[in-house]
């Protein structure tokens, strides 16, 4: 391997030097952050024909441009082109938006992030876009599902609730076939462990809010796609009006330098927790694709080089207000509608209420976990109290 050359250097490598130009940047490690929002042109000419390495703050600064070499570096030979959004529904609602159109059918895994469900039952229907969920093990069954006027299937590899692992490789082959994008909400693995574009995926999206940041301070999002979506998405995001704010540009770009670190230990010290979690004896089940015993190992082992800290536990059946009594007694793994930041931690859900292609029924309470950075062992130790509490309270 020639390390001098940036296609042949490890993602590690590229997540460090990609996006820097020491020399433009009057020999400061990090791009400065521009906030702007006019553009001056030094001619008329000039303006009439938009002529400029840059013409609006809306459409991108050095700062933006920074972030988005180094994400397409990550992604890899197949990317051609990032889009940066506020907030990761951001990314799902233009990615939609962007390539669909009234009279299109859309198919979406039923496992799906509980916001993009809303976003398909509340805007798009009212667009006269048609969604059908299907079950995420469906495979390459899924050719049942389409129609004439199928144009996208959206997947969640795995589902961020539920961790049902999809066989992304199964179903884009059916769409391609069908002449329908295949769309992956990749916020779980990030490109570093599952580059989803080099196996069938046309558009990658993230909430970059969560590992891309890394340290709960900002809301961002990102659609990759290949050069068949590309344009789309592009002009998307150009009729959409949709742009980041220069400060969250930075801190995801500074996010981007530590992700391989940081997802790491997130890897470890997940798959630590998990197993621990496996053999007490007041969890039913854990639902992790990294574990040997998950039902989605395979495809996980195939498809993924890497685990995140993100995944969930079904609990014997114990009443609510143990369940209760157990949360409010944890001290380190706080409760949050997030995850992906330093901090560990938890909260209770319940998929049954919107699942409409599958049936939930778990046998027991279940508690998403995200395993943070502080020490597994006090962890440990943190949920040792946590259930003693819950037996207490039963």
């Known amino acids: 391997m020639d390390s001098s050359h940036p296609s042949q250097q490890h993602a590690e490598t590229r997540l460090v030097t990609s996006g820097r130009d020491t020399k433009a940047q009057k020999g400061f490690v990090n791009p400065p952050v521009f906030h702007g929002s006019t553009v001056?042109?030094?001619?008329?000419?000039?303006?009439?024909?938009?002529?400029?390495?840059?013409?609006?703050?809306?459409?991108?600064?050095?700062?933006?441009?920074?972030?988005?070499?180094?994400?397409?570096?990550?992604?890899?030979?197949?990317?051609?082109?990032?889009?940066?959004?506020?907030?990761?529904?951001?990314?799902?609602?233009?990615?939609?938006?962007?390539?669909?159109?009234?009279?299109?059918?859309?198919?979406?895994?039923?496992?799906?992030?509980?916001?993009?469900?809303?976003?398909?039952?509340?805007?798009?229907a009212r667009l006269g876009i048609e969604t059908t969920y299907f079950d995420p093990l469906i495979g390459a069954g899924i050719d049942k599902l389409f129609k004439p006027n199928t144009r996208a299937v959206?997947?969640?590899?795995?589902?961020?609730?539920?961790?049902?692992?999809?066989?992304?490789?199964?179903?884009?082959?059916?769409?391609?076939?069908?002449?329908?994008?295949?769309?992956?909400?990749?916020?779980?693995?990030t490109p570093l462990y599952?580059?989803?574009?080099?196996?069938?995926?046309d558009i990658s999206m993230q909430a970059a809010t969560k590992y891309i940041g890394g340290h709960s301070d900002i809301m961002f999002g990102t659609i990759s796609a290949n050069a068949k979506a590309w344009p789309q998405i592009a002009e998307g995001i150009r009729l959409l009006?949709?742009?980041?704010?220069?400060?969250?540009?930075?801190?995801?770009?500074?996010?981007?330098?530590?992700?391989?670190?940081?997802?790491?230990?997130?890897?470890?010290?997940?798959?630590?927790?998990?197993?621990?979690?496996?053999?007490?004896?007041?969890?039913?089940?854990?639902?992790?694709?990294?574990?040997?015993?998950?039902?989605?190992?395979?495809?996980?082992?195939?498809?993924?080089?890497?685990?995140?800290?993100?995944?969930?536990?079904?609990?014997?059946?114990?009443?609510?207000?143990?369940?209760?009594?157990?949360l409010d007694t944890l001290k380190l793994f706080g409760m949050g509608f997030s995850w992906g930041g330093f901090e560990s931690l938890v909260i209770p859900f319940d998929c049954d209420a919107y699942r409409t292609a599958t049936k939930w029924s778990p046998g027991g309470p279940t508690l998403r976990l995200h395993i943070g950075l502080e020490s597994v062992d006090d962890l440990k130790s943190d949920l040792d109290r946590g259930f003693a509490a819950l037996k207490a309270a039963m």
């Open 40 to 124: 001056l042109y030094p001619t008329a000419e000039d303006l009439h024909a938009h002529r400029g390495e840059f013409q609006y703050g809306r459409h991108g600064t050095p700062t933006t441009r920074a972030f988005q070499e180094t994400l397409m570096a990550l992604e890899g030979p197949q990317c051609a082109g990032v889009g940066i959004v506020p907030s990761g529904l951001s990314a799902i609602s233009t990615t939609l938006l962007s390539v669909l159109k009234t009279g299109d059918h859309l198919l979406v895994c039923d496992n799906v992030y509980r916001p993009s469900r809303n976003f398909c039952n509340g805007m798009l």
């Open 154 to 189: 959206l997947v969640e590899a795995p589902g961020s609730q539920s961790f049902e692992m999809p066989d992304i490789r199964a179903i884009a082959e059916v769409a391609h076939a069908r002449d329908a994008l295949v769309i992956d909400d990749n916020t779980w693995a």
């Open 194 to 201: 599952h580059r989803s574009l080099d196996q069938g995926v």
């Open 241 to 326: 009006g949709v742009c980041a704010g220069p400060d969250d540009v930075f801190l995801a770009l500074r996010g981007l330098r530590t992700l391989s670190v940081r997802l790491a230990q997130h890897h470890r010290s997940g798959l630590d927790m998990a197993r621990w979690l496996a053999a007490r004896p007041e969890v039913a089940r854990v639902l992790h694709p990294a574990l040997e015993t998950d039902p989605g190992h395979a495809i996980w082992k195939r498809d993924f080089t890497g685990a995140s800290g993100l995944f969930s536990i079904v609990l014997k059946p114990a009443p609510q207000k143990a369940v209760d009594t157990m």
